[in-house]
């Protein structure tokens, strides 16, 4: 149930996102993976891998509920500089923060734990009083509970932050406010860097294992699999990785936010804080001598259950994602700087609420996005045209899609289409923003023509 809070303003942020509406998400309590469960083999990968951590364990925690997929994961480093102050607010999905470095306040007007990743004994955080949480600790906030962060500090606090979110374009906002929407210097000293997004297409059977862990791998030492969802993202080194196989979603802390899975045969050369998704799962990743030491971030989802089936029904085990590492080139991502006055769970969590998937010039402006970055991002990602031919029916996969009178996220929009909408195409795929479009005419109407991203339409 909800935690009850004072009757105040109510300001909520919204967050975009081209998912569908996920149910309510559910609170959270730390503690192991339940005694006597089994580590599951990885679908494509070796049989030696399982579920069990194998590098440092930095967050551990036991989510009783899981919501039913898609959502939206974000693995993210949030700083507050002393005197910084996150104000009063509360989250529609569970929230997991381990400071890092620093000493940090916090007040919570609903029951939380507080762990550290090699107990798993938890203990009762206190409510509508405020504590203190010290390096090595980390915070579980249940979904809707509302929270204050200070440092109160001489230092700066470093927090190794997760969130999941519910998607889909009637999803509740991000970030609601309870005092009424904060001043613009509210966020003053607090920045962010994005370690990774991603779209979970389905979660294992509850209570699911949340685990994030440090993986140091020596020259030649293969990434593990794993065989749920799983997010790796770079602490340190470069890496060239060439999508073999499967669902692999590609994030750049750069350009943050849901991306499209990956085709087979794209390269991209990724840097500090950039990222893999793979949402049903990861096969293992040799890697050669040659390319040194590698030390990446591991955020897994695993079932206490292993017999239970998954969140919906699970995909095809063949989808499990297939990656090669090489060297990286030239283009390899520079490291990331922070985002000043902000941390990283808003507007820019993820796309749109719009059918086209896309964030509106003025909210991308709001978050500081800077085009150019976007842009280079997205310059080696080829359309992904898939079997869509001038001439080919299609129809939308999703409510409220928009059609644009240009390939463009600044293109006005000429229809709101529903799910099922059948569509001709009158012409080849164009690049406009990071995204693929197509030209189309309704079939039951004519007057409706303009262009719809890619990502909502599916072959009849």
Do not use: C
């Amino acid at each position: 149930m909800p935690v009850p809070r004072p009757a105040a303003p109510l300001v909520v942020v919204a967050l975009g996102a081209l998912l569908a509406l996920s149910s309510a998400l559910p609170g959270i309590g730390l503690a192991q993976p339940a005694p006597g469960a089994s580590p599951v083999a990885s679908p494509g990968a070796s049989p030696a891998a399982t579920t069990a951590f194998v590098g440092e364990p930095l967050i551990r925690a036991t989510l009783e509920e899981v919501p039913r997929a898609p959502a939206f994961v974000r693995l993210l480093r949030i700083t507050l500089e002393p005197g910084a102050s996150i104000p009063r607010r509360f989250h529609p999905g569970p929230k997991l923060d381990r400071v890092e470095a620093g000493t940090l306040t916090v007040t919570a007007e609903g029951p939380t734990s507080i762990t550290t990743a090699d107990d798993a004994a938890s203990v009762d955080a206190p409510v509508n009083e405020a504590f203190e949480l010290t390096e090595g600790q980390t915070l579980a906030l249940p979904r809707e509970t509302t929270y204050a962060f200070e440092n109160l500090g001489d230092e700066a606090v470093e927090l190794l932050t997760s969130v999941i979110l519910p998607a889909g374009h009637q999803r509740p906002p991000g970030i609601s406010y309870p005092d009424g929407e904060p001043p613009e210097d509210a966020y003053a000293g607090v920045s962010n860097v994005v370690l990774g997004d991603g779209v979970a297409d389905l979660f294992p059977a509850a209570p699911v294992v949340f685990g994030v862990e440090r993986l140091t791998l020596a020259a030649g030492e293969a990434v593990p699999a794993f065989p749920g969802p799983v997010m790796i993202s770079l602490v340190e080194g470069d890496v060239r990785v060439t999508v073999d196989a499967g669902l692999v979603q590609v994030s750049r802390t750069q350009s943050p936010g849901p991306q499209r899975s990956s085709d087979p045969g794209e390269s991209y050369d990724l840097g500090t804080a950039d990222a893999l998704y793979f949402p049903a799962g990861m096969a293992q990743v040799p890697r050669a001598e040659a390319d040194g030491e590698l030390t990446v971030l591991r955020l897994t989802l695993t079932s206490t259950d292993p017999s239970a089936p998954a969140t919906p029904a699970p995909i095809d085990p063949d989808a499990a994602g297939v990656v090669t590492f090489a060297a990286a080139g030239a283009g390899a991502t520079p490291e990331a700087g922070g985002e000043e006055g902000a941390d990283g769970i808003g507007a820019d969590a993820s796309p749109a609420a719009e059918g086209d998937a896309t964030v509106p010039p003025e909210e991308a402006a709001e978050d500081e996005v800077d085009a150019t970055v976007v842009a280079e991002a997205t310059d080696e990602v080829a359309p992904n045209t898939g079997e869509i031919t001038v001439g080919s029916t299609v129809q939308t996969t999703d409510v409220d899609v928009n059609v644009r009178d240009s390939p463009s996220t600044a293109g006005a929009v000429v229809a709101t289409l529903g799910e099922g909408t059948r569509l001709v195409v009158t012409g080849p795929p164009e690049e406009g923003d990071g995204f693929v479009w197509y030209p189309v005419q309704a079939l039951d109407d004519a007057t409706i023509v303009g262009y719809v991203a890619e990502l909502f339409l599916e072959l009849v």
